[in-house]
C-alpha cells in the first residue's frame, strides 16, 4: 500500500510523463528501499542524487527521528509545466529502507515579481496555482488512507498569508501543508509520508 500511494504522489509531480510521480508506483504500507526509487525515478527519465549539502529532519516533520539513524537524503528535482517546480527527498536508514519521502512544490521563482507591491489579488492566483495539485495529492491519500484527522484549512499566518495543513494516520502517516503567499516565490504545498 505504501509503495502504491508513494507512485500515486510521485505521478502527481507533473502533469505528463516525463513529470510524473512515482508515488503512484510505489506502496508505502510496505518496505520501501532506495533502490526501488532509483529504479522507478529512471524509469520515469529522472536521476536521484545525494544532497550536495546536510539536511536532518526535525521531531516536528518525523516523529520517531531518535528511532533511526537517517542518512543525508537522496534528492530528485523535477520540472513541471503548470508555473511549480518541485522536488523529492527520500531519508533512508543505513540499510537503505527508506523512511520518509518529503516532497515540495514551489512557486517558480521570478526576481522582478519581488520587486513590485504585492496585492490581495496575488494570493487569490497563487491559491489557484496550487489548487490542482491539493485537490489531486487530497484524493490520493483519502482513498488510501481515509479523511484526514487532522484538517486545519485556511488558518491565517497574517495579513499576506495563509496556512492549511492536513494529516492521515494509517498503514503510513502522511502530512499534508501549502502556505499561500501574496508575495511571489513565497508559496508552497509539501507532502511528508513516513512510516513509525
Known amino acids: 500500500m505504501m509503495i502504491y500511494l508513494f507512485l500515486q504522489i510521485l505521478i502527481t509531480l ?3 510523463a516525463t513529470t510524473s510521480s512515482i508515488v503512484e508506483q510505489i506502496d508505502f504500507s510496505k518496505t520501501v528501499t532506495l533502490e526501488q526509487v532509483i529504479k522507478e525515478e529512471k524509469a520515469l527519465g529522472r536521476s536521484v542524487m545525494p544532497s550536495p549539502i546536510n539536511v536532518s529532519l526535525g521531531h516536528e516533520y518525523y516523529p520517531n527521528i531518535k528511532g533511526y539513524d537517517l ?4 534528492v530528485a528535482d523535477y520540472e513541471s509545466t503548470e508555473g511549480l517546480g518541485s522536488s523529492a ?3 533512508f536508514t543505513p540499510d537503505s529502507i527508506v523512511r520518509v519521502f518529503l516532497t515540495t512544490w514551489y512557486e517558480s521563482f521570478d526576481f522582478s515579481k519581488q520587486l513590485k507591491k504585492t496585492t490581495p489579488e496575488d494570493l487569490i492566483a497563487n491559491k489557484l496555482l496550487f489548487q490542482d495539485k491539493i485537490t489531486e495529492l487530497q484524493n490520493v491519500l483519502i482513498e488510501q488512507l481515509g479523511q484526514p484527522y487532522v484538517n486545519a484549512a485556511h488558518k491565517p499566518f497574517d495579513a499576506t498569508s495563509e496556512f492549511i495543513q492536513y494529516k492521515w494516520k494509517g498503514a503510513f502517516n502522511a502530512d499534508l501543508s ?7 516565490g513565497y508559496s508552497r504545498l509539501r507532502l511528508l509520508v513516513f512510516r513509525d
Open 89 to 91: 527527498e527520500y531519508f
Open 178 to 184: 501549502v502556505v499561500f503567499s501574496n508575495k511571489a
Open 71 to 74: 542518512q543525508n537524503p537522496m
Open 14 to 16: 507533473g502533469v505528463n
